[in-house]
Structures are given as structure tokens and as C-alpha cells.
């Protein structure tokens, strides 16, 4: 059996929203596993927003020397704490209830296949709109709240679904399986609990408590990476090297001509690497790079996903900042996670991308180019809508982003969200 069994506590917290005052003694849900996760030397948390998240989001914001890293999917969110996790001994990813959390726990059975420890911290639907007969969005048919947190159970080390009267000893037990056993672990907070108030931690988190071991599957491999000291955000890792060029001397250098192979390829990428990059790979892309000295060759090679490198380039940069990263992915894995390419560009990493193009044409025909229009005023949509008929009617599909104000949302939108998040 699992460590525990995550049941549906459907109870009303019975403390307010947020604590009052401003004893240093007490803190709230959200603010309790913050700190224990800061224990850890974790800096960046990973995740996607949501409206049953937004508490643990406010909290996250709201503390010094914890960033949040927003992606563009929940799935390179996972794929980036699981990276982070790697060589900071510790990732975190946040996402909604149901559709958010279902979209990553690929990621996340994937750093149970690798034993990587990632906190998976989910918000779920307030407890005060859990009525009998109530349709919740995100849930399935019925009442019933913990289909979800069942399915991560299976690929995860340890579960807890928080509740307000024993939040902090649920927040030690489940980081403890963790750390303990190198796997991911499974946190649900409620939209109403994660303001609670709770004491606030005392002494250090136990990062050996004994957890009973599942009996239909290995037992969980341990680690001993310390976990790193904590430090301001990182900075964009250093460019400043010289980037090298091929010489007589270097292998492929004959070949300069004529097609690109897989051969004058990684002779070329052997050539470019220096000591100490970190070179991540998605499955079947690596031929086999002799690498210098103090590089690291980093890949998912049991769980094989596809699209994981690029989201972990984020991960990685974000976790070892002086460190060149080196990322080699195909056009089928880049199609998967090419989202995050912004995040990579919004949180100012600079990792080397080669993508894998095999045939390298990306259009079916000379007249399928698409066109891309751009409008943030009433005219200049009028005006893209107009071209967008002209460019249709010529066989070109059309992308037409409106620009909006940040907080310019359908009150429709706000009502619901309101609604759903109030004790």
C-alpha cells in the first residue's frame, strides 16, 4: 500500500482565512511548506496558475528569495522542477485541480521512474463549495473530489490532502518521504485551507522519518545530495566564452561541404562542447559525444518521454546558473514543449538549442506560409480581421493576437471566480 491513502475530507476548515496579527509564531498553510521547501535550498517553484491555486500563488509571490517560475504548460512546469530536482536535490511544481494536475503527472511518473524528488502541490476546489449536488468545473461527475490524487498515488512516494488542523505535521511527513526516498510526493491544499493559520515551524525538517515501503514495487533508491545552500535568484549563465571553430585538425572538418549527417553532426557538437556544459538530450537524439572535462551528459533514458529536454533547460538553468547548457532535441519532441520557449526567453536563461530536423521542410507547399498579425487597439483589429479575410481567401492560415490588459477579465470570469475560492 501507498504510504498513505489521500482521502476526501469534505469538512470546512474551522480557523479563518489568514492569520491575524503578525506573530512571527504562527504562519498560514501555504506559508508553512513554503518554508520547509526553503529548508531544502529550494529558490524557484515551477507550476502553471489556476483559479484553485491562487492562494499558494499569492504566497509564493509574497515571499523574499522564492521565485516563481510561470510556464506555459503544466507538463514542462513538471519537466522543469524534475530537472531542478536533479542537481538542487529538490524541485517543486504547482497546478490546478484536475485538468492541470492530469496534464503533468507525465512528468511526474517520469521522476518517479528516474527516483528524482519533485513536490507536486496542488490546489483544489474550497471545502465551503463542496455542496451536495454543486458542479464544480475541472471535477468529474459526483461529488466525489479524490479521483485525482487516487491516480497520483500510483507514482508517488507519499500523498496528503491538507487540512487545517494537521497541515504542519502532513507538510513534514510527506517532504521527509522526499528526501528520504528520492521520489515525487503528492500535496492537495484546498483553495480555502492554504490561507489557514498554523504554528509556525519549529526545528529543523526531519529528512529521514521512516516511511513504510510499498510492497508491489522496489523499494525507492535513496540519495545523499546534500541539498544546496540558498542564495539570491540566479543570475543568466556566462556566454562569455569563446565559441569555437572547426580546424583541419578537428574531426569533420573534410566534410564541411555537401548534406549535413549524423556523423559531421555530433563532430561538430563534440567540437563546441567546453568543460563543464551540461549537455540535455531527449530520447534517441545522442550519437555518442565524447565530452571534456567536467561536462555532464543529462537525459530521461527509463521513461523515455518525448519534449522533455527543452522545459528541463529551464530547470537546469535555473539551478546551476554558471553552467552553458546544451540542449539536442528532434522537431517531434520540440512539437510537444515548444511553448516553453518563451518561458525560457521571459526568465532570461540563454541555452543552446539544436533541434533535429530530419528533411527540413517545414511547409507542404510554397503558398501554406502562415501569417502572424498583432492588435491592441480597436482599428488594428479591424484592420488585422480585414487581412486575415484576404489572406484566408489566398490559402494562408492566420494568427491574430489581441492584446488585452492584464486585468481585463469577462465578469462572468471574476463572479465564478469568486464564488469558488470564498469560505
Same mark, same amino acid.
Given at each position: 500500500?501507498?504510504?498513505?491513502?489521500?482521502? #476526501?475530507? #469534505?469538512?470546512?476548515?474551522?480557523?479563518?482565512?489568514?492569520?491575524?496579527?503578525?506573530?512571527?509564531a504562527?504562519?498560514?498553510?501555504?506559508?508553512?511548506?513554503? $518554508?520547509?521547501l526553503?529548508?531544502?535550498?529550494?529558490?524557484?517553484v515551477?507550476?502553471?496558475?489556476?483559479?484553485?491555486?491562487?492562494?499558494?500563488?499569492?504566497?509564493?509571490? &509574497?515571499r523574499?528569495?522564492?521565485?516563481?517560475i510561470?510556464?506555459?504548460?503544466?507538463?514542462?512546469?513538471?519537466y522543469?522542477?524534475?530537472?531542478y530536482?536533479?542537481?538542487? +536535490?529538490?524541485?517543486?511544481?504547482?497546478?490546478?485541480y +484536475?485538468?492541470?494536475? =492530469?496534464?503533468?503527472?507525465?512528468?511526474?511518473?517520469?521522476?518517479?521512474?528516474?527516483?528524482?524528488?519533485?513536490?507536486?502541490?496542488?490546489?483544489?476546489?474550497?471545502?465551503?463549495? /463542496?455542496?451536495?449536488?454543486?458542479?464544480?468545473?475541472?471535477?468529474?461527475?459526483?461529488?466525489?473530489y &479524490?479521483?485525482?490524487?487516487?491516480?497520483?498515488?500510483?507514482?508517488?512516494?507519499?500523498q496528503?490532502?491538507?487540512?487545517?488542523?494537521?497541515?504542519p505535521?502532513?507538510?513534514?511527513?510527506?517532504?521527509?518521504?522526499? =528526501?528520504?526516498?528520492?521520489?515525487?510526493?503528492?500535496?492537495?491544499?484546498?483553495?480555502?485551507?492554504?490561507?489557514?493559520?498554523?504554528?509556525?515551524p %519549529?526545528? /529543523?525538517?526531519?529528512? %529521514?522519518?521512516?516511511?513504510?515501503?510499498?510492497t508491489?514495487?522496489p523499494?525507492?533508491?535513496?540519495?545523499d545530495?546534500? $541539498?544546496?545552500a /540558498?542564495?539570491?535568484?540566479?543570475?543568466?549563465? /556566462?556566454?562569455?566564452?569563446?565559441?569555437?571553430?572547426?580546424?583541419?585538425?578537428?574531426?569533420?572538418?573534410?566534410?564541411?561541404?555537401?548534406h549535413?549527417?549524423?556523423?559531421?553532426?555530433?563532430?561538430?557538437?563534440?567540437?563546441?562542447?567546453?568543460?563543464?556544459?551540461?549537455?540535455?538530450?531527449?530520447?534517441?537524439?545522442?550519437?555518442?559525444?565524447?565530452?571534456?572535462?567536467?561536462?555532464?551528459?543529462? &537525459?530521461?533514458?527509463?521513461?523515455?518521454?518525448?519534449?522533455?529536454?527543452?522545459? %528541463?533547460?529551464? &530547470?537546469?538553468?535555473?539551478?546551476?546558473?554558471?553552467?552553458?547548457?546544451?540542449?539536442?532535441?528532434?522537431? +517531434?519532441? =520540440?512539437?510537444?514543449?515548444?511553448?516553453?520557449?518563451?518561458?525560457?526567453l521571459?526568465?532570461?536563461?540563454?541555452?543552446?538549442?539544436?533541434?533535429?530536423?530530419?528533411?527540413?521542410?517545414?511547409?507542404?507547399?510554397?503558398?501554406?506560409?502562415?501569417?502572424?498579425?498583432?492588435?491592441?487597439?480597436?482599428?488594428?483589429?479591424?484592420?488585422?480581421l #480585414?487581412?486575415a #479575410?484576404?489572406? %484566408?481567401?489566398?490559402?494562408?492560415?492566420?494568427?491574430?493576437?489581441?492584446?488585452?490588459?492584464?486585468?481585463?477579465?469577462?465578469?462572468?470570469?471574476?463572479?465564478?471566480? +469568486?464564488?469558488?475560492?470564498?469560505?
Open positions: 500500500m501507498n504510504t498513505r491513502t489521500v482521502t #476526501n475530507r #469534505n469538512q470546512a476548515p474551522t480557523a479563518p482565512a489568514r492569520p491575524s496579527g503578525s506573530d512571527p504562527v504562519t498560514t498553510v501555504a506559508g508553512y511548506l513554503l $518554508a520547509r526553503a529548508e531544502t535550498g529550494l529558490i524557484s515551477f507550476g502553471v496558475p489556476g483559479d484553485d491555486n491562487l492562494g499558494v500563488l499569492d504566497a509564493i509571490t &509574497g523574499p528569495g522564492l521565485a516563481w510561470g510556464m506555459a504548460t503544466e507538463q514542462g512546469a513538471a522543469a522542477a524534475e530537472s530536482a536533479r542537481l538542487r +536535490g529538490l524541485g517543486a511544481v504547482v497546478t490546478t +484536475g485538468v492541470g494536475e =492530469l496534464s503533468a503527472m507525465n512528468a511526474i511518473a517520469g521522476a518517479y521512474a528516474e527516483s528524482v524528488p519533485v513536490v507536486h502541490i496542488v490546489g483544489t476546489p474550497a471545502l465551503a463549495a /463542496r455542496r451536495p449536488g454543486a458542479t464544480i468545473h475541472h471535477n468529474l461527475p459526483g461529488s466525489e &479524490g479521483h485525482y490524487a487516487c491516480l497520483a498515488s500510483e507514482f508517488t512516494a507519499a496528503a490532502d491538507l487540512r487545517a488542523d494537521d497541515a505535521g502532513e507538510i513534514d511527513r510527506v517532504l521527509s518521504a522526499a =528526501l528520504r526516498t528520492s521520489r515525487p510526493v503528492y500535496l492537495a491544499i484546498p483553495a480555502d485551507v492554504a490561507g489557514a493559520p498554523v504554528p509556525a %519549529a526545528g /529543523r525538517l526531519a529528512q %529521514a522519518r521512516a516511511i513504510p515501503a510499498r508491489d514495487r523499494a525507492p533508491a535513496r540519495t545530495r546534500p $541539498a544546496p /540558498r542564495t539570491d535568484r540566479p543570475a543568466p549563465a /556566462r556566454m562569455d566564452r569563446p565559441a569555437p571553430t572547426l580546424t583541419e585538425m578537428d574531426p569533420g572538418y573534410a566534410d564541411r561541404g555537401g549535413l549527417t549524423q556523423r559531421r553532426l555530433w563532430a561538430s557538437v563534440q567540437h563546441f562542447l567546453l568543460p563543464g556544459d551540461l549537455v540535455l538530450a531527449d530520447q534517441g537524439t545522442v550519437s555518442g559525444p565524447l565530452l571534456p572535462e567536467g561536462a555532464e551528459l543529462i &537525459g530521461p533514458p527509463p521513461f523515455a518521454p518525448i519534449g522533455w529536454a527543452v522545459p %528541463a533547460a529551464l &530547470g537546469i538553468s535555473l539551478a546551476v546558473p554558471d553552467r552553458r547548457v546544451i540542449v539536442v532535441t528532434g522537431g +517531434g519532441a =520540440l512539437q510537444q514543449t515548444a511553448p516553453e520557449l518563451d518561458s525560457l521571459t526568465q532570461g536563461t540563454v541555452p543552446v538549442i539544436v533541434v533535429l530536423n530530419h528533411d527540413g521542410d517545414p511547409v507542404a507547399a510554397p503558398n501554406r506560409h502562415a501569417v502572424a498579425l498583432r492588435a491592441s487597439s480597436p482599428d488594428e483589429l479591424a484592420w488585422a #480585414n487581412a #479575410n484576404h489572406h %484566408a481567401a489566398a490559402g494562408r492560415p492566420v494568427l491574430i493576437e489581441a492584446v488585452l490588459a492584464a486585468d481585463d477579465a469577462r465578469p462572468r470570469l471574476r463572479e465564478l471566480a +469568486g464564488r469558488e475560492s470564498r469560505p
